[in-house]
């Protein structure tokens, strides 16, 4: 079925690609920005006058974009141009050959780059990026050290792990957030059907509810001869060709006035009504048109059944009460009626509300009827949501690889500036730290993190009171970046905001035990410009851990709000079509005697004709009760496909089936598929069941060389010239006789 508005399919995989998309701009021009604020404010700052004008400049453009915030792919190239600026300028902001053994100003801002955009486009086009970036900075090397020395610079390295790490994090999250958008959607086509199914089912109700309601009553009482001015009669004749008139499906207005609607339904009946309450009483149009409806077929009983003097309607913020003083009846009896079980009781159930009906007979009848009041609760966080938890957590252990993969770079890199056992020591202590927050991360066992979290603070404070004198602020003290990173696993469980506290107190504890041991201002600048590239990506990794529920969210928001409007559409077209299917040719056939009738026609030919169609009506209505049967639910398909290759169908049951398991329906489907499938022109169905016996007999015409071979046993056919007759008969199996 075709409509004008799709799946948002990709929902979930769009806003996880924006959200990394907005980190990587944030972290960039974040560490951009403090790097050149730490850098200019140096006291001892190696950079030349160029040099410090090109960070002036970078941290004008910084401030600028943090302001915009844009994702513009044009600004994407500026930024990448300025970055590229900055590597080929590095002998213009540092000074010696060995500047590459401590962070550095070029470095902060050329790795931040490769994280940034890593996350930020597609691995193609980001590796692209990088290898550009990698050869500014080996040019920008080559010139302040020489060529020989670009080989033993760690960052070049360094570039392609952080490339490779944060390309996997962003292939792996967008490909299950595709997954997760896919089975979504297969979630939300499954909700739509049984949805839909539903909404057909009630509109088929609705349907025979108001035929009752009008042509059936209106035809009773003409059919019968009851002692009715022809006035009465044309009037309610007129109502009721509005009401059918109506009957192509559409969408309720958004608000209703009860009161008034129910004063109308009062202008058709001859007792006297009476209005209690308010004047106005606005409801939702889909809350007010089956009151509406409930209340108007207990205007019609009482006028043609109580012999009332009064009826008094009684309206309130949540209910409505019909009170008469007429001769009232048996209550149990009359609920197995059409009018009251189907028109009242079943409708208000229908429309999520409730009717209660009291009567005796010699003491008048009351019926209240309560809509419902409550609103739908709203849908739980999508971080509850299963399909996005896989995310969350390939999210976390993508972060603890790399914590475990940068340990393994950095350790052994120090070991000629500190004791080689402890130093070893202490790799694996803060190795076995990340590994702790596996468990929590793919079971929910929190066992190991504390344990971990002190250990890896042990780590933070001894690590750099092992290092020889004067390589504390250079790369032997491994610690100041490896142990957020360690760090960072442990807290995914955490609240953001908790988290950004315990991972800013790693930071400076760690760093408070560097100034102890040196407070210079070189130590001052070595930790503010990792502070500005280090702990400011950590920090980012943190939070987009929480932006990935927000996208969950806005993903799960998104494609609620398109799966209403296409459940609405869905439905529109199904309940058009149910009515073109089933209803269209019941009301043409009405609205002819209905039209005389209006005119004031009540002679012998309308009476007998009246008299016919509300038989047929009758008898339509003894079948409804049976279509929710799982037998007939089956059925009714297989009808439908008959009736679309214009095969006429009619179906007879002698009484409403018993309970039976799915393998019973089944059995008796089978053979009625294929036997309807070969229908020409018109095929008759007779269900008939007994306690012990089900049986379903078809009689269908042929085509000149159709024929049905192969049934299985139990099924009967004879073929007679271009006649078949198919009877299946089956035992009564029910569930409960199954088990």
Request: glycine share 6%; proline share 5%; with cysteine.
């Amino acid at each position: 079925m075709s409509t004008s508005r799709t799946e948002p399919d990709d929902a979930y995989r769009r806003q996880m690609a924006a959200r990394a998309a907005t980190v990587g701009l944030l972290m960039r021009h974040t560490v951009n920005l403090g790097v050149a604020v730490v850098a200019l404010g140096d006291p001892h700052s190696p950079a030349q006058p160029a040099g410090a004008a090109l960070l002036a400049l970078l941290a004008v453009w910084s401030l600028y974009r943090l302001s915009t915030r844009s994702r513009a792919a044009r600004w994407l190239a500026l930024d990448y141009l300025l970055v590229l600026l900055v590597c080929l300028s590095i002998p213009m902001l540092v000074s010696g050959t060995d500047f590459h053994l401590s962070n550095s100003a070029p470095q902060a801002i050329a790795g931040t780059a490769v994280v940034s955009l890593s996350v930020a486009v597609s691995p193609r086009v980001s590796l692209l990026l990088v290898t550009g970036i990698a050869s500014a900075y080996a040019g920008g090397v080559a010139q302040a050290a020489g060529w020989s020395e670009v080989a033993s610079v760690n960052a070049m390295y360094y570039f392609a792990v952080q490339w490779a790490t944060a390309s996997v994090i962003r292939a792996m999250l967008l490909g299950l957030a595709a997954t997760v958008d896919r089975a979504r959607a297969d979630r939300h086509q499954a909700e739509l059907a049984r949805q839909v199914d539903a909404a057909v089912r009630d509109y088929e109700h609705e349907q025979l509810a108001l035929l009752h309601d009008t042509a059936a009553s209106t035809l009773l009482m003409v059919g019968h001869g009851t002692a009715i001015s022809p006035t009465r009669i044309a009037a309610q004749a007129r109502r009721d060709l509005a009401l059918l008139g109506d009957t192509n499906w559409r969408t309720p207005p958004r608000w209703v006035d009860l009161v008034a609607a129910l004063r109308q339904c009062a202008e058709h009946v001859a007792t006297p009504v009476e209005f209690d309450g308010p004047e106005r009483l606005w409801l939702p149009g889909r809350t007010a048109h089956p009151v509406v409806a409930a209340v108007r077929e207990i205007m019609t009983n009482t006028d043609r059944h109580a012999r009332a003097t009064l009826l008094r309607v009684s309206v309130s913020d949540t209910a409505v009460r019909l009170h008469d003083d007429g001769v009232g009846f048996d209550g149990a009896a009359a609920r197995d009626r059409h009018g009251l079980r189907d028109s009242v009781l079943g409708r208000m159930q229908r429309a999520g509300g409730r009717a209660r009906i009291t009567s005796t007979p010699g003491q008048g009848t009351s019926v209240e009827l309560w809509w419902r009041t409550d609103h739908p609760r709203p849908a739980p966080p999508a971080d509850t949501d299963p399909l996005t938890l896989p995310a969350r957590m390939r999210y976390g252990l993508a972060l603890t690889v790399y914590a475990v993969v940068n340990l393994l770079i950095t350790v052994p890199a120090a070991a000629g500036a500190t004791h080689t056992g402890l130093n070893a020591a202490l790799g694996v202590l803060a190795g076995l730290g990340a590994l702790a927050a596996v468990p929590r991360i793919l079971w929910g066992r929190s066992v190991f993190v504390w344990p971990a979290a002190v250990a890896l603070l042990v780590v933070a404070v001894v690590q750099p009171l092992s290092v020889t004198h004067g390589s504390v602020i250079g790369y032997a003290h491994w610690a100041q970046a490896a142990i957020g990173w360690c760090v960072l696993p442990l807290l995914l469980g955490l609240r953001t905001r908790t988290g950004v506290t315990i991972l800013v107190g790693y930071w400076v504890v760690g760093n408070s035990v560097v100034l102890w041991l040196d407070p210079s201002a070189a130590a001052w600048v070595n930790i503010g410009l990792g502070s500005a590239s280090i702990l400011a990506v950590q920090l980012f990794a943190l939070i987009f851990s929480g932006l990935m529920r927000d996208a969950a969210a806005d993903a799960q928001t998104e494609t609620t709000a398109h799966h209403a409007l296409l459940a609405q559409e869905r439905v529109a077209a199904a309940l058009r079509a149910e009515y073109r299917r089933r209803y269209a040719d019941i009301v043409d056939s009405v609205v002819p005697l209905l039209d005389a009738l209006s005119r004031g026609r009540v002679d012998r030919d309308t009476q007998l004709r009246a008299r016919a169609e509300c038989r047929r009506l009758r008898a339509l209505f003894d079948q409804a009760s049976t279509f929710d049967h799982p037998l007939m639910q089956r059925i009714r398909p297989l009808v439908d496909a008959a009736e679309a290759r214009q095969v006429d169908v009619v179906v007879d049951l002698t009484g409403p089936p018993p309970d039976l398991t799915d393998t019973t329906i089944d059995a008796l489907i089978e053979p009625l598929r294929a036997v309807l499938g070969r229908a020409k022109s018109s095929a008759r169905l007779v269900i008939t069941s007994t306690p012990e016996w089900v049986e379903v007999s078809v009689v269908c015409d042929l085509g000149a060389d159709d024929t049905l071979d192969g049934h299985p046993p139990g099924v009967e056919v004879v073929v007679a010239g271009d006649q078949m007759w198919c009877l299946v008969r089956r035992p009564v199996t029910t569930a409960g006789s199954a088990r």
